[in-house]
């Protein structure tokens, strides 16, 4: 085994990833689109939190954002207690080899002229870890760690299945013993059948070696499936956020109520409406006023705080953070 | 409407697909459900006269709008494309030539199909679809446009030419995963406007939920269940099925504990091609391909499963 992990994950800071304030705006050729606006959250060690949301709420931009793809215009993301851009500056190998990231597509993220073994020790070999030898014994345990078969060592990407490129991707992302891994849909694209398998890996690497994980998916169910926490995304920033039961079995932003309705559908259960199609998002208050079927007044010209309703779980939402209020509309 | 199709590809030792059946009314959705390798791409590019050459395909009836195709030659499969079969594809950017126009294509697709003079009415349902400024963006040369507003204009394209037949493969499993629902939504709504008959292929079973009114499960190119949306996907009784819809995470199931999940196996020669994986498996499972049965609400080539649902009833 080589040494381990590189960051002292025990050293005397609460949390391993800390978003405060984060601001991204993108400019388009259609004018600036503010992507995050003041979004603040927080990863634990060993911790899985699940960041779930629908297409532009900014969820993968703030994965972006950890991993150092893109830059932050406001506030802060600490790793550690220092600022992402401070390690990439000062000790980018060090930070490159703790966050360590998983993407959607299996295919597109392996160089399809290289072998399974080749990609898998890459990581060791760029990070300069051990010689070829130990490389190639530890290239074997990282395959079975993800349950591949020794014997796919010598295969091209395009000789894999989905279920088995991804395991690669796995592989190669536990390569370093990073302290937090960042899953960006990692399931999305695979069959129905593999995505139960690749879950179920990712929740043994999970709890084998309290790997932190900041998962992104735009599905609930798996959300609450992996995470120990969740924060739900609309528009930028985060309206709810608590404990992976509380927030997907007791929902008390409408945003979420919406999300919770639309995953029973595979119940059999799809009476419900899907809400509507992404409508214009306003620029002052509630973002979420014109799909929102609870919105008074005041949401629509002023924006909510994010209050603690019960331990641990939070809401932007008005109605749902005065009580008076939620008993009226149920 | 297909009776007992089979697609042998040259050099493989199984067919691809094997006496397949199935009839969509107008009006109505069939989803085809499998996996990678199931044959559901080669069924889907059967009924669009869109199969390789070197494909053998056999069949006892092949109808679209009443006209017998058993017989039918490329040129007229060629003419039944630009009027009758619209065809989504999974990869919205390969759908479109990269070095011209959208509105150049659009508009060789709509005169290839008759229907010329209808230019407004289709800019009119892009914007309806949610393609904002659909005359500037048209302007536009495909890779300047997102996978969702192509697959937006796909679908417009593929609905307004009124075919009997609108033929998805997995529309929306290359898009973000989160544009999917709202191209479903389109999808689900341009349908039942324009009464066609439509055939969506998916692995993914949320998608199946909210289009299809019949669902048809394919494995090893097999029918393995087939019925209303409702009993597949609520009362299913083939094992494959029932491997599938508990394997997917739900809000009713508890957290954090592996989902249970089929290994992967291999196709076998001969016997039920799902034997290798099968927890119900018996040994004339591998001897003889299991026939469709009614058992329940739906139709499953499974004689254990029909057995032990019949004694459990």
Redesign the interface.
């Known amino acids: 085994m080589p040494s381990g992990r590189v960051l002292d994950v025990d050293r005397d800071v609460t949390s391993l990833l800390e978003l405060t304030g984060v601001d991204k705006t993108f400019v388009t050729d259609r004018g600036p689109v503010r992507a995050v606006r003041r979004m603040s959250m927080v990863v634990g060690k060993g911790e899985v939190v699940g960041l779930v949301?629908?297409?532009?709420?900014g969820k993968s931009t703030i994965a972006n954002l950890v991993l150092g793809l893109e830059h932050a215009d406001a506030g802060r993301i600490r790793f550690l207690g220092r600022d992402v851009g401070e390690w990439l500056d000062k000790e980018e190998a060090r930070y490159r080899q703790a966050v360590q990231a998983v993407f959607?597509h299996p295919f597109q993220a392996l160089d399809s002229r290289k072998r399974v073994g080749w990609l898998v020790a890459e990581p060791l070999v760029i990070h300069r870890r051990g010689n070829s030898k130990s490389r190639a014994e530890r290239v074997r345990e990282l395959m079975a760690d993800v349950h591949l078969d020794p014997s796919l060592v010598d295969r091209y990407p395009h000789q894999l299945?989905?279920?088995q490129a991804q395991r690669v991707n796995i592989a190669r992302a536990l390569a370093l013993e990073p302290s937090l891994l960042v899953c960006d849909?990692p399931v999305?694209?695979l069959?129905?059948?593999?995505?139960?398998?690749i879950?179920?890996l990712l929740?043994?690497i999970n709890r084998e070696r309290s790997m932190a994980m900041l998962f992104i998916?735009?599905?609930?169910?798996?959300v609450?499936?992996?995470?120990?926490r969740i924060v739900v995304m609309y528009a930028g920033t985060a309206v709810e956020e608590g404990p992976?039961?509380e927030v997907?079995?007791r929902p008390t932003h409408p945003y979420t109520q919406l999300l919770?309705s639309?995953?029973?559908?595979?119940?059999?259960d799809?009476g419900q409406p899907?809400g509507t199609?992404?409508e214009a998002i306003p620029s002052v208050g509630c973002r979420f006023v014109p799909r929102c079927p609870v919105a008074i007044d005041r949401c629509s010209s002023e924006e909510p705080s994010l209050d603690e309703l019960a331990e641990g779980h939070s809401s932007r939402c008005w109605v749902a953070s005065d009580p008076a209020l939620r008993a009226e509309v149920g | 409407m297909v009776e007992d199709l089979t697609v042998t590809y040259p050099g493989a030792g199984r067919p691809a697909v094997k006496g397949v059946s199935l009839e969509i009314e107008s009006g109505r959705t069939l989803a085809v459900v499998g996996e990678s390798g199931s044959g559901k791409t080669t069924l889907a590019l059967a009924l669009a006269g869109l199969l390789d050459r070197r494909a053998r395909r056999r069949a006892s009836r092949l109808e679209i709008n009443g006209e017998n195709l058993l017989a039918a030659r490329r040129r007229r499969w060629r003419q039944l494309r630009r009027t009758d079969i619209s065809f989504i594809f999974q990869s919205p950017i390969n759908s479109w030539n990269p070095t011209r126009t959208m509105i150049a294509q659009v508009r060789d697709a709509m005169s290839a199909a008759g229907h010329a003079g209808r230019m407004p009415e289709l800019l009119d349902l892009l914007g309806r679809v949610g393609f904002e400024d659909p005359e500037r963006r048209l302007a536009d040369l495909p890779h300047q446009l997102s996978g969702g507003m192509l697959q937006r204009v796909s679908i417009a394209v593929a609905v307004i030419i009124e075919p009997a037949l609108l033929i998805a493969d997995e529309p929306t499993s290359a898009l973000d995963s989160t544009v999917q629902s709202e191209i479903l939504a389109i999808l689900a709504e341009l349908r039942s406007e324009a009464d066609l008959a439509m055939l969506i292929i998916s692995h993914d079973l949320s998608v199946v939920a909210r289009v299809a009114d019949d669902v048809m499960v394919l494995y090893g190119g097999k029918v393995v269940e087939q019925g209303a949306q409702a009993a597949v996907l609520g009362s299913a009784v083939h094992p494959y099925t029932r491997g599938l819809l508990d394997s997917v995470p739900r809000l009713d199931r508890d957290r954090k504990t592996p989902l249970p999940s089929m290994e992967p196996g291999h196709l076998p020669a001969a016997g039920c091609p799902f034997a290798p994986r099968c927890r119900l498996v018996v040994d004339d499972c591998r001897r003889a391909e299991p026939e469709l049965i009614p058992v329940d609400a739906t139709l499953a080539a499974c004689p254990p499963a029909a057995s032990s649902t019949l004694i459990a009833t």
Do not use: F, I
């Not at chain 1, 949301?53 to 709420?57: L, M, V, W």
């Not at chain 1, 609450?224 to 120990?228: E, G, N, V």
């Not at chain 1, 639309?262 to 059999?268: D, I, K, Q, R």
């Open positions: 949301g629908e297409s532009g709420s959607q299945s989905g279920g849909e999305s694209a069959d129905v059948s593999v995505q139960a398998q879950l179920n929740l043994e998916s735009h599905s609930l169910p798996v609450r499936h992996l995470s120990d992976g039961g997907s079995d919770v639309a995953a029973s559908v595979v119940t059999g799809h899907r199609m992404r």
